[in-house]
């Protein structure tokens, strides 16, 4: 299934059915409902993007708000588009907004309620995982790098090894990010991903104009989460791309970086 668009008290968001029925507090944002000006109009979740801290601050007031989660009790993600995934704990609660991230991980994993787990994208790909059985979430950001390093797999990985989780238990959505349409690249990417997945990689690649790539990084990452056990019935995705809807995401090759983030966040309730 697609995920939907949904306005709570003025933030936009994407939300997955599947992670609703799953009954967890999630949402992919969008650049819409926030305090933020200029190149960063107007809900700027990047905080380390240059724009205001105090305006922030307020855009995730805004969003923990709607989604219903303590601001306090946020975790995020210091991503260097590596496969590395923190396990995460009430030692953690206040890393990034309060706090300093201390570590580098590109995914993150809990069985806490009331943490919010919070990665960011602009282009590349957010990505988050329950079981409801085990009452287990993850957030993964995943780039083209991590996407070939296969970073949803790692997470997947890590949630059945230190909680027990059932990959056929398990639902993902896979969010608002740069698509095949879109991602056009060179010779690197596409060389990156048959090398991690062989013939397997071929249908997620295509022709693109004088000698370039179009690769499809929501495709890849449901294959891996396939791979991983988790049932394509129990993944949802954005049909969004992030770079053919400037005004509603950001996206880093429109702005050529001069941007805000959106980010993905999700928490056992």
């Known amino acids: 299934m697609e995920l939907m668009d949904k306005t709570v008290g003025g933030i936009l968001l994407q939300v997955s059915p599947r992670l609703t029925e799953a009954g967890v507090a999630h949402g992919f944002t969008t650049r819409a409902g926030g305090v933020s000006e200029g190149i960063y109009a107007s809900l700027n979740l990047g905080a380390n993007r240059g724009d205001r801290p105090e305006r922030v601050r307020e855009n995730y007031g805004r969003v923990c708000s709607a989604l219903g989660v303590d601001m306090g009790k946020m975790v995020f993600s210091s991503q260097v588009h590596g496969d590395?995934?923190?396990?995460?704990?009430?030692?953690?609660?206040?890393?990034?907004?309060?706090?300093?991230?201390?570590?580098?991980?590109?995914g993150l994993i809990t069985d806490v309620p009331g943490i919010t787990l919070t990665v960011f994208g602009a282009d590349c790909l957010t990505i988050l995982l329950c079981d409801p059985v085990r009452r287990v979430i993850g957030a993964v950001h995943a780039g083209w790098r991590g996407t070939a390093m296969g970073i949803v797999e790692r997470a997947v990985e890590k949630m059945v090894a230190l909680y027990g989780c059932r990959p056929a238990d398990m639902v993902a959505a896979i969010?608002?990010?740069?698509?095949?349409?879109?991602?056009?690249?060179?010779?690197d990417v596409p060389n990156a991903m048959t090398a991690a997945l062989g013939a397997a990689a071929l249908p997620y690649i295509s022709a693109g104009a004088e000698g370039k790539f179009k690769v499809d990084l929501k495709g890849i990452n449901t294959l891996r989460l396939n791979r991983s056990g988790i049932l394509s019935t129990n993944i949802d995705i954005s049909?969004?791309?992030?770079?053919?809807k400037p005004d509603k995401y950001w996206s880093h090759r429109y702005t050529k970086g001069e941007r805000g983030s959106q980010a993905a966040l999700i928490s056992l309730l």
């Open 84 to 106: 590395q995934i923190r396990c995460v704990t009430t030692a953690d609660m206040g890393k990034g907004l309060d706090r300093r991230v201390d570590y580098d991980a590109d």
């Open 175 to 187: 969010g608002p990010g740069i698509s095949r349409c879109c991602f056009e690249t060179g010779e």
């Open 239 to 244: 049909g969004d791309c992030t770079l053919c």
